[in-house]
């Protein structure tokens, strides 16, 4: 039987690399209003763009959705691209609610 390699996908995952855990790096950070949020308000995996346009991966597509902060470097993308504007990018330190 061939083995598989678990690191080959069409799917990143966030890792520890050279860089560390890069959330350390970003000045602003998404918080998800899981009331607008479709996935959330349907509970089933639906819309999902946060998760698909995410370029690190870090976006968790769970009911509800998550955010990897231990990764995450606040490009805002998935706030731009949620078309609920269920996540809004606050500076680093602000209370999350």
């Given at each position: ?22 959330g ?8 998800i ?42 490009c ?22």
């Amino acid at each position: 039987m061939e083995k598989r390699d678990d690191n080959i996908t069409a799917m990143c995952r966030p890792a520890v690399g050279e860089a560390g855990k890069t959330g350390d790096w970003r000045d602003m950070k998404p918080v998800i209003d899981q009331s607008k949020c479709i996935p959330a308000i349907k509970n089933r995996a639906a819309c999902l763009l946060c998760w698909l346009y995410c370029p690190d991966g870090v976006v968790i597509p769970t009911i509800p959705v998550g955010i990897d902060l231990e990764y995450c470097k606040g490009c805002g993308i998935c706030a731009e691209e949620c078309p609920a504007k269920a996540i809004t990018m606050v500076h680093e330190g602000a209370k999350n609610e």
